[in-house]
């Protein structure tokens, strides 16, 4: 059974008119010749079919993380192990599943150094 992860943030439900549903696959390579990236925020990217249209990954600019769409995954049983940006969910929709629920400032905590840490390695990088 694999982890999936729900986002609520506003890129989010801007992105999909309701939460992004995704599995962690860090390190993972996608590519394609319809793989379209795009800069969807001052930190990250996210990637879709040029053909289709379909919603493939979101990921920081820098580091290993990556998360992929779970609707990708069509014969792996999932289960809905945490929601993120909870706090920023819109109230006409809700999942049962018990998952673990973590806020903005929670999620801005977590991220937040890691994100810094990594300019500023880029930045001296630069600076060579």
């Given at each position: 059974?694999?982890?999936?992860?729900v986002?609520?943030c506003?890129?989010c439900?801007?992105?999909?008119?309701?939460?992004?549903?995704?599995?962690?696959?860090?390190?993972?390579?996608v590519?394609?010749?319809?793989?379209?990236v795009?800069?969807?925020?001052?930190?990250?990217?996210?990637?879709?079919?040029?053909?289709?249209?379909t919603?493939?990954?979101?990921?920081?600019?820098d580091g290993?993380?990556?998360?992929?769409?779970?609707?990708?995954?069509?014969?792996?049983?999932?289960?809905?192990?945490?929601?993120?940006?909870?706090?920023?969910?819109?109230?006409?929709y809700?999942f049962?599943?018990?998952?673990?629920?973590r806020s903005?400032?929670?999620?801005?905590?977590?991220?937040?150094?890691?994100?810094?840490?990594?300019?500023?390695?880029?930045?001296?990088?630069?600076?060579?």
């Amino acid at each position: 059974m694999c982890d999936v992860g729900v986002c609520h943030c506003a890129s989010c439900l801007r992105w999909n008119s309701g939460p992004w549903m995704s599995l962690q696959a860090p390190g993972a390579t996608v590519s394609g010749d319809a793989l379209v990236v795009y800069r969807s925020s001052a930190f990250a990217e996210r990637g879709f079919c040029g053909r289709c249209g379909t919603h493939i990954f979101h990921r920081p600019q820098d580091g290993p993380e990556i998360a992929v769409s779970a609707g990708l995954f069509q014969h792996v049983e999932l289960h809905i192990a945490r929601e993120i940006f909870f706090d920023a969910k819109p109230p006409f929709y809700r999942f049962v599943a018990d998952s673990e629920k973590r806020s903005s400032a929670s999620m801005a905590r977590e991220w937040l150094p890691r994100l810094l840490i990594r300019r500023m390695r880029r930045w001296l990088r630069r600076l060579r």
